[in-house]
Antibody, heavy 120, light 113 residues
Framework: QVQLLQSGAEVRMPGASVKVSCKAS????????VHWVRQAPGQGLEWLGR????????NYAQKFQGRVTMTMDTSISTVYVELSRLTSDDTAVYYC?????????????WGQGSLVTVSS | DVVLTQSPDSLAVSLGERATINCKSS????????????LAWYQQKPGQPPRLLIH???TRESGVPDRFSGSGSGTDFTLTISSLQAEDVAVYYC?????????FGQGTKLEIK
């Protein structure tokens, strides 16, 4: 079955960077885009961007341009999101999620989430 | 950016009754060439990631009970649960995938009355 297994919780100081991983299994890794969506405590959902495991092409939300980097390691079916220059507003659960179609950006499978806390 | 505004913010419905959640888009999310609305609905239970319920505004995902249905017209969309079950208690989100950034509504919390 399709699974997206994310790395554990992280705590960072303001100004630092964080890198979260997402290991995919149960499907052909190269066939589906992987997106990152975050959710601040008690808040709604926010799309950060996506990466294509077939070639590594990325598409980021304008809001995060210059601060977010999505990468992958096809040998271990894992994608990563790195967010730099963290502030307290970046405290959130970060989810990786699979694109259902690779053309239309809606999401059928989700990781369990990785809590990132930014605090001094 | 396309802003999705859901109403109400919270809703309490009796078991077995109908629940209706609305989502209004600030811009069209209709592809005239495809004649499809680029709108999805998700269910999120506490401590869990979202679950995709509906895409193309009205196409139910495999395994989603048929008491869930979606509809839309113009810039107004509706998620309907025809007969509320206890396991439907959750927060529901709409999402547009028409244009970058791909935005979500603020969520509607559904509870049992």
């Amino acid at each position: 079955q399709v699974q997206l297994l994310q790395s554990g919780a992280e705590v960072r100081m303001p100004g630092a960077s964080v890198k979260v991983s997402c290991k995919a299994s149960g499907y052909s890794f190269s066939d589906y885009y992987v997106h990152w969506v975050r959710q601040a405590p008690g808040q709604g959902l926010e799309w950060l961007g996506r990466i294509s495991p077939n070639g590594g092409g990325t598409n980021y939300a304008q809001k995060f341009q210059g601060r977010v980097t999505m990468t992958m390691d096809t040998s271990i079916s894992t994608v990563y999101v790195e967010l730099s220059r963290l502030t307290s507003d970046d405290t959130a659960v970060y989810y990786c999620t699979r694109d259902a179609s690779n053309i239309y950006y809606y999401f059928d499978y989700w990781g369990q989430g990785s809590l990132v806390t930014v605090s001094s | 950016d396309v802003v999705l505004t859901q109403s109400p913010d919270s809703l309490a419905v009796s078991l077995g009754e109908r629940a209706t959640i609305n989502c209004k888009s600030s811009q069209t999310v209709l592809s005239t060439s495809a004649s499809k609305f680029y709108l999805a609905w998700y269910q999120q239970k506490p401590g869990q990631p979202p679950r995709l319920l509906i895409h193309w505004a009205s196409t139910r995902e495999s395994g989603v009970p048929d008491r869930f249905s979606g509809s839309g017209s113009g810039t107004d969309f509706t998620l309907t649960i025809s007969s509320l079950q206890a396991e439907d208690v959750a927060v529901y989100y709409c999402q547009q995938y028409f244009s970058n950034p791909y935005t979500f509504g603020q969520g509607t919390k559904l509870e049992i009355k």
